[in-house]
């Protein structure tokens, strides 16, 4: 991007990530005059700006910024990210939802079956920060590869585990799948940011945490269709198990090679002027650490952080603990616990579209996430205190509620988090997110369990109200300060306006103009 001010010298530049540019001039230009703590908008502002009069940003002498265009591959590129996430979060819930059918087969107690989906979470806390380095170094790709890679072999290792005595090896194929599940969770934000442009992005993350959302759906559909309660004939139940898992292992092969054949690094051309700007920025200038520390620095996305783990974590806990839930009050309804819960992901697939188009068109980030987390406490409200009203049909209403909001709100989280962090990496934001997500999940599945033991699932239920209703309060507190959006329309804060170059296409890049500011300032 080439700047130019509207009155006096041109204001000082530090490279994205908080590193300064190769010239001395620059390091001294720039640096040299930072006297105070900047705010964070401040900061933004002043990384895209070049760094003394006369100059420009590397690669931009004598010649206009790259331009922007939609690639159609994008469409494919999404489209097999959504499957193949699709398929590992079918794995993750696959044992949870007939709970009971595994117990008897493995002769093992429902909290190994809880762990078979704790593992997920478990495994995602320490691997995050090597998954996030390795997506910000080593590019999508890879990354891609490794997620579709490792949950296809965990698939394979399971259908070696359809013997009673086996229990540790489909818990080791679970496990790979729980680490592959740290190169997919993370991604949605990353292909939306660098594969579509600004008025589609917020529907295309949607669309890819839509993939793993409709994997759950049919994890508490499937399961207890193919696999019925029948503890009595051991061989028809490990026939049954077996027809499970080699199946999810065919479908996950052939996404594996549809990975491999067709998803790209990144477009030809970058799809916004926000990704353009960060794609400027020389890969030796990119600091993983220096990014990890200016998220931290960052409170509303610490906020954000405590919100998002809150009601991800309680999402992850009901899933996990749904079939015990139903059973206790609707004895031998295995296949309509799996229907509600089916209920409650596809209603969430729906609000998770609806969000998506909704930021499209309004860009109310803010207004829109409380406005669900409010209804999303409301849901489980309702849903706790009509559960044991033996009306089986209320369950299936109240579970869709639930869903809609709750399940919703997980493409907002990510969405939110890359405005008020832009221009760092939509991968590290993502996978810290996701990282609270895991520990909250682990921590309230723990917690519900134990209480829906002991007492009885209200009790349970009730502890992740009150969490919840703390994510409203902290939501509440969170700053909008939508970065990439003001990028995207060439304002920043008031101070940052665009206007075209002159140039025979509007796919030219624009010229970034900013008022005067003084030394102190800078």
């Known amino acids: 991007m080439s700047a130019e001010p509207q009155n006096g010298p041109k204001a000082g530049c530090v490279a994205l990530n908080g590193v300064p540019r190769d010239s001395p001039t620059a390091v001294s230009g720039a640096l040299g005059r930072l006297q105070t703590q900047l705010a964070p908008e401040e900061e933004t502002q002043i990384r895209l700006l070049p760094t003394t009069p006369g100059e420009e940003p590397p690669g931009a002498e004598g010649s206009p910024a790259p331009r922007t265009a939609l690639s159609a591959r994008r469409f494919a590129v999404l489209l097999i990210f959504s499957l193949y996430s699709m398929v590992n979060a079918f794995q993750w819930i696959q044992y949870s939802i007939i709970s009971n059918v595994f117990e008897g087969f493995y002769g093992v107690s429902s909290l190994h079956i809880n762990w078979l989906s704790m593992v997920y979470m478990l ?10 380095w390795l997506l910000d170094t080593k590019g999508l790709r890879l990354t891609a590869l490794l997620g579709s890679g490792l949950n296809c072999l965990g698939a394979w290792v399971k259908c070696g585990s359809v013997q009673q005595h086996l229990f540790w090896v489909t818990m080791l194929g679970q496990a790979l799948c729980s680490v592959a599940q740290v190169f997919i969770l993370g991604l949605p934000s990353r292909i939306a940011s660098v594969w579509f442009g600004p008025k589609e992005v917020s529907t295309a993350c949607s669309t890819a945490v839509l993939g793993n959302q409709l994997g759950t759906a049919v994890g508490f559909l499937l399961p207890p269709v193919l696999v019925p309660n029948t503890v009595n004939n051991t061989d028809l139940l490990a026939y049954n198990i077996s027809t499970m898992f080699y199946g999810t292992s065919a479908v996950a092969t052939l996404l594996f090679i549809l990975t491999i054949i067709a998803f790209k690094e990144k477009p030809r051309y970058p799809p916004s002027r926000a990704q353009a700007a960060i794609q400027d920025s020389p890969p030796t200038e990119y600091s993983y650490k220096n990014s990890i520390m200016n998220l931290f620095k960052n409170m509303p996305f610490v906020l954000l952080l405590i919100t998002y783990g809150i009601m991800t974590g309680a999402f992850y806990s009901v899933s996990t603990l749904l079939n015990q ?28 579209i609806l969000c998506g188009l909704w930021l499209d068109y309004t860009k109310t980030y803010k207004q829109t996430t409380l406005v669900v987390y409010i209804l999303s406490f409301l ?39 890359v405005e008020i962090t832009y221009p760092e990496s939509e991968g590290t934001s993502s996978g810290l997110l996701n990282a609270a997500a895991q520990i909250f999940g682990i921590l309230f599945t723990l917690a519900q369990g134990q209480l829906t ?25 969170i700053k909008s300060d939508l970065r990439r959006h003001n990028i995207n329309t060439g304002i920043t804060n008031g101070d940052i306006k665009a206007v075209p170059v002159d140039s025979p296409t509007d796919e030219e890049s624009k010229t970034v103009m900013t008022s005067k500011q003084s030394e102190p300032e800078i």
Not at 123 to 132: G, K, R, S, W
Not at 325 to 348: F, H, S
């Open 123 to 132: 495994a995602y806390v320490p691997l995050i920060f090597p998954a996030t």
């Open 379 to 417: 849901g489980m409200v309702i849903f706790t205190f009509t559960l044991d009203l033996q009306y089986i049909i209320i369950v299936f209403a109240t579970g869709g509620v639930l869903g809609f909001f709750m399940t919703g709100y997980l493409p907002l989280g990510f969405e939110f988090a």
């Open 453 to 477: 033991s002991d007492y009885d699932p209200r009790a349970g239920n009730i502890f992740l109200c009150a969490w919840m209703f703390v994510g409203i309060i902290f939501t509440a507190l």
């Open 325 to 352: 839930m139903i059973l206790t009050y609707y004895k031998g309804e295995e296949e309509n616990a799996g229907r509600i819960g089916l209920t409650l992901v596809i209603a969430g697939m729906v609000g998770s």
